[in-house]
């Protein structure tokens, strides 16, 4: 493949890192070392690895791929005592599927030639290309395209009726090897991180299991006390053998701030009660506070749904996520949560969500139809509010802004109803 930008072939690199210890600063120090070899650097700190453009470096060193790999390997190991395993094609994704193929300690390269393609590419099940995940599979097994190479051999209009224009464009250049998106040079997210090392190997799921949740417990409290919240979460695990297993989550929406408002409540003097969502009681710490959930629903002599806003000055939530908004407009009453915004004259919803999600329509009107039923929405500040619109996650105020934004509130009512 020849880019229309440039008449030499492109050859893209993607090279994981497999070190003993991880830290945010030795990540770092390998980019530093890849940097040496070629400026094109891509950063991907969620699993430790990243895309690298030697299309000119080839150039400027004066040798073929293999030989420039072999080269950044035995500087990696030497300055760092890092193993790594790097795959290098002519595009992104074919480099990403080359080096998810390829054992730590090793590289295997793909020339920009047809045939090097078809030969890594054809025999791959459909689910291996990027892009195709297990629905999609299904959805071309259903008309007996189960290979890359049926992909590729089945005719463009053909793969659109299936997949749509868009989705089947894309698929059917990939299954040829073709992926003209660049590697776009930047400085690497920040990224922070946790470890626990077992005195011994053992198989106690349970072990594990306390294991990951005080690693969560401490990056939270990291995060809250630091003001940052996570785009993502990634978790490592290493073998005896050395081997590693990585798994990537994105998250789709933030996640609670529920300690720190607790906290600045306190601050205030204020009387706390927190309702958690089954979602949010997974990941709740443990509170100084009453923590009421679904299950408790119904064990008081007056439902809870009924004595919590009896007894309340006020109710907030937060953060209100964008499926939140839409159960609470909706009127479900499916979760203790929302049995109480149907018992409310007024509760106060602290949105937090991606900017893109909150000019949504749907989410609009939602907002919109809690307005009409007499709810309070504390609105927005881009600043301190939503997120970049580029990105996965948003949150919410400060835990200070939050509470001064409902102190506010409530005094306004207050005033309003003394004028009547």
């Known amino acids: 493949m020849t880019s229309s930008r440039d008449l030499r072939p492109?050859?893209?690199?993607?090279?994981?890192?497999?070190p003993a210890e991880r830290s945010e600063d030795l990540y770092r120090q390998l980019l530093a070392v890849v940097d040496g070899i070629s400026s094109r650097v891509e950063p991907l700190p969620a699993d430790w690895s990243a895309y690298v453009d030697l299309t000119g470096a080839l150039t400027y060193w004066g040798r073929d791929a293999e030989g420039l790999v072999a080269v950044l390997r035995l500087r990696l190991l030497a300055l760092h005592g890092v193993q790594c395993s790097a795959g290098a094609g002519p595009g992104r994704s074919i480099a990403a599927m080359i080096a998810d193929a390829t054992p730590p300690g090793a590289a295997t390269v793909v020339r920009d030639d047809p045939?090097?393609?078809?030969?890594?590419?054809?025999?791959?099940?459909?689910?291996?290309?990027p892009g195709i995940g297990p629905k999609t599979a299904r959805t071309l097994a259903r008309y007996g395209i189960s290979?890359?190479?049926?992909i590729a051999d089945t005719q463009l209009p053909t793969l659109q009726r299936i997949l749509g224009t868009t989705a089947?464009?894309?698929?059917?250049?990939?299954?040829h090897g073709v992926d003209e998106r660049p590697v776009v040079p930047g400085a690497a997210p920040r990224t922070m991180s946790a470890a626990h090392r077992f005195d011994r190997d053992g198989l106690d799921t349970d072990r594990h299991n306390r294991a990951v949740l005080g690693l969560v417990q401490d990056l939270g409290g990291r995060l809250r006390t630091s003001g940052e919240i996570a785009q993502a979460l990634t978790l490592t695990v290493t073998y005896a053998d050395r081997t590693q297993t990585t798994r990537t989550r994105t998250l789709t929406e933030p996640t609670a701030h529920t300690p720190a408002l607790i906290a600045e409540a306190a601050r205030r003097g204020w009387d706390t009660t927190v309702v958690a969502t089954p979602a949010a009681e997974r990941f709740l710490p443990p509170l100084p506070v009453p923590v009421h959930t679904d299950p408790d629903w119904h064990t008081s002599a007056r439902p809870l749904h009924l004595?919590?806003?009896e007894n309340s000055d006020a109710v907030l939530i937060a953060p209100a996520t964008a499926t939140t908004l839409a159960h609470c407009a909706a009127g479900t009453g499916q979760t203790l949560l929302t049995a109480i915004v149907l018992g409310c004259e007024r509760v106060h919803f602290w949105p937090s969500m991606n900017i893109r999600m909150w000019n949504a329509p749907a989410v609009r009107r939602n907002v919109a139809q809690l307005q009409a039923d007499g709810h309070?929405?504390?609105?927005?500040?881009?600043?301190?509010?939503l997120s970049d619109?580029?990105?996965?996650?948003?949150?919410?105020?400060?835990?200070?802004?939050?509470?001064?934004?409902?102190?506010?509130s409530l005094a306004a009512v207050n005033r309003a109803s003394h004028r009547a």
Do not use: C, Q
Not at 115 to 129: G, N, Q
Not at 391 to 408: E, F, I, S
């Open 10 to 18: 492109r050859t893209i690199l993607r090279i994981h890192f497999h």
């Open 376 to 385: 309070t929405i504390l609105d927005p500040d881009a600043t301190d509010t």
């Open 115 to 129: 045939y090097e393609i078809a030969a890594f590419l054809r025999h791959k099940p459909a689910s291996a290309l």
């Open 168 to 175: 089947a464009r894309l698929a059917h250049e990939r299954a």
């Open 147 to 150: 290979t890359i190479g049926d």
């Open 307 to 309: 004595a919590l806003p």
């Open 389 to 408: 619109p580029d990105r996965a996650t948003g949150v919410g105020p400060v835990p200070g802004t939050a509470l001064h934004r409902l102190h506010a």
